[in-house]
């Protein structure tokens, strides 16, 4: 016989630009496979600006990338304006969306945090446990995400070590910096630790050594060697492993601020 041990967790979800807590409501805390499983539809949308018909709030998301499920190029939400647990999107704002069919509004427990502050980190997570197709991201793909993930880090060194194996003995360009990239452990090197390609989406995870920083990007290839950058984190720290959130294999909601001392 199993035994299932549940938590419950409370959630903040801050607004930008206001200091005041826009929701809070307790959550069970769940895995990344379980929140991948209740869901109908998983897809990176850009939100459009909430507004209001009649009783209702509603809001456009536009879709970026599809994980799971089928919905569409544009996916409609709509809540009651008092409710507590359900999500809405600042205008603009990027976000992965779990969505159960049937389901007018999207809830915060069933795994919809910030993008930045909590979903960035189980990106590679969600990615693997999708049915969508992953390939390994090719030069030009990681030489935008290393310009994104490092920017402000370089210092215009003029070489910088990369230590990825897939495009082990190739070079790239950043700013007046170039990358080699190859399958050594050099002290001052920047190590890819994560590297995933999902259709048009790049999930790079790293820690640049000589700097003591570690770093994820999310970008969009949006045709012709460009590239769009979803989400953005870094932290300086002494140790090595990238710090995270919660034990593997399950998810505690934080508090959700898109201003954390923590957050670049």
Not at 30 to 46: E, I, N, P, T, Y
Not at 88 to 105: H, I, N
Not at 194 to 208: E, I, K, M, Q
């Amino acid at each position: 016989m199993r035994t299932v041990i549940t938590a419950l967790v409370t959630v903040s979800l801050v607004i930008a630009g206001s200091s005041r807590v826009a929701r809070a409501c307790s959550c069970v805390r769940v895995s990344d496979a379980d929140d991948m499983k209740q869901a109908d539809q998983v897809f990176l949308a850009r939100a459009s600006k909430e507004r209001r018909v009649g009783q209702q709030l509603v809001q456009r998301l536009d879709v970026l990338h599809v994980l799971k499920g089928k919905p569409g190029k544009r996916f409609t939400l709509k809540r009651a304006s008092n409710t507590i647990c359900d999500r809405s999107f600042r205008d603009k704002e990027v976000a992965l969306v779990f969505a159960r069919r049937g389901a007018g509004a999207v809830s915060i427990c069933a795994g919809n945090y910030d993008l930045k502050a909590v979903q960035l980190e189980r990106m590679a997570s969600y990615i693997k446990l999708s049915r969508v197709r992953t390939a390994t991201p090719n030069l030009v793909a990681m030489q935008a995400a290393l310009a994104t993930a490092l920017k402000g880090y370089l210092h215009d060194r003029p070489r910088v070590p990369v230590r990825y194996k897939p495009l082990a003995g190739q070079q790239a360009r950043v700013g007046t910096s170039t990358l080699r990239f190859g399958d050594k452990r050099l002290k001052h090197a920047a190590e890819i630790r994560t590297a995933l390609s999902s259709g048009p989406v790049l999930y790079v995870a790293g820690r640049y050594h000589r700097e003591g920083y570690n770093f994820r990007v999310l970008l969009l290839h949006t045709g012709r060697g460009r590239f769009e950058t979803l989400a953005r984190w870094g932290a300086e720290t002494k140790s090595t492993p990238i710090p995270t959130l919660t034990p593997l294999g399950a998810r505690a909601p934080v508090p959700i601020s898109p201003k954390s001392p923590a957050q670049r």
